[in-house]
Every structure is written in C-alpha cells, then in structure tokens.
C-alpha cells in the first residue's frame, strides 16, 4: 500500500500538469472601402481594422481579406496577395495583435467585368463582396469575420425582349388588309365562273 501511495505522489510531481484550457482571444474586425457602389474599372481602397479586446497577447495572427470575384489586380500594404486569377485573389497579413491594441491594414483591388452575366442579387446589379477573417496560430477556425458589400451595375446591357408594338402593328395591320385579300380573291372567282 505504501508503494502505491508513494508511486502516485512521485507520479504527480513528475508529470506536468495538463495545461488549463484557456479561451480563444476575444477580437472584433471590421472592414469597409468606404463607397456602397462599383463599378468595372474602378479602384476599390480597403482599410481593416483589429481589435484585440483581450488583456493577452495574440502572437502570429494571420490576417485574410477575400477580394471580390471580379478582381483583376490587388494589393496589401505591408502584406502579400496570394492567387493570380480573377476571383482567386487574397491578402494576407502576418501580425501580433497587444492586449486592448487596435491595428490597421489596408489594401486595394481593381474591379474587372463580371463574367456570369445569368446570376445577378438584384434585377441590373451584382455585389462586390469582400470578406475579411483572423486566425491564431495554425487554428483553422477564424477568431472573427467581417465583410463589405458594394452593388454593381449591370456591365452589359440586358438583352431587349420588346414591348409587343411589332406585333400590334403586325395584327392591326393584317386585320385591315386580311379582308381586303379575301374580297379580291372571291370577286376574282365570281369573274371566272360567271
């Protein structure tokens, strides 16, 4: 009995113990470019903002900003943009985030045409969305997400159905002649069999 009672108090003095389990930082993001239309051509300035609400630390945040589908070219000040085609293209950013600090991060994408002209999120307009999410340390799931929305004009014109004035004036004018035509025709007969 001893020599359980003496291997359980060597065991606990030898083996760390389990750490705490400790809650994720507590972040807000927010992310705007400041104009609530765009347009095919146009540059758009994003600014982000982190805010780390905590009184600890954030080491090696990963900062990520998802560009509009229809990006062409983007930048991230002090940042890297990963993906090269249009709809691929994110910035990143590698930062440590104090306790109660607030950072931000800028960066920049030119809006190119939308290619699907069949899907739009309103009759004649298309969203330029962005997104922006922050990670800690090699965790998958985000600490916080925010995101923009921009309406986009349609970039083509949408094709023209009518309004049915051809075929009104196709009827009236059939309607004024089909009588005419058949008056003919049966005088023309008359005249032969009489």
């Known amino acids: 009995m001893r020599t359980a009672a003496a291997c359980a108090v060597l065991c606990a003095v030898a083996l760390p113990a389990a750490p705490a389990p400790q809650d994720p930082p507590a972040l807000a993001v927010t992310v705007t470019d400041g104009v609530d239309r765009a ?4 540059r758009l300035d994003y600014r982000i903002t982190v805010h780390n609400l905590g009184g600890d630390q954030v080491t090696g945040a990963r900062i990520e900003q998802e560009m509009p589908a229809t990006t ?7 940042g890297t ?9 994110k910035a990143v950013w590698h930062a440590d985030l104090p306790a109660y600090d607030i950072q931000v991060f ?11 002209l069949g ?10 969305a962005t997104s922006v999410c922050v990670y800690a340390g090699a965790n998958a799931a985000p600490l916080a997400c925010s995101g923009d929305l921009d309406d ?3 970039s083509q014109p949408e094709p023209e159905h009518g309004n049915g004035v051809g075929w009104a004036v196709a009827a009236l004018a059939g309607a004024l002649l089909v009588p005419g035509v ?3 025709v049966r005088r023309g007969r008359a005249r032969r069999s009489g």
């Open 39 to 42: 347009e095919a051509g146009q």
């Open 72 to 78: 062409v070219s983007a930048t991230a000040t002090d």
């Open 81 to 89: 943009v990963e993906g090269a085609g249009t709809g691929e293209q």
């Open 106 to 116: 800028t960066a920049g994408a030119v809006l190119g045409a939308r290619r699907d």
């Open 119 to 128: 899907t739009s999120a309103a009759p004649g307009t298309l969203r330029a």
């Open 152 to 154: 986009l004009p349609e």
């Open 182 to 184: 058949v008056r003919a």
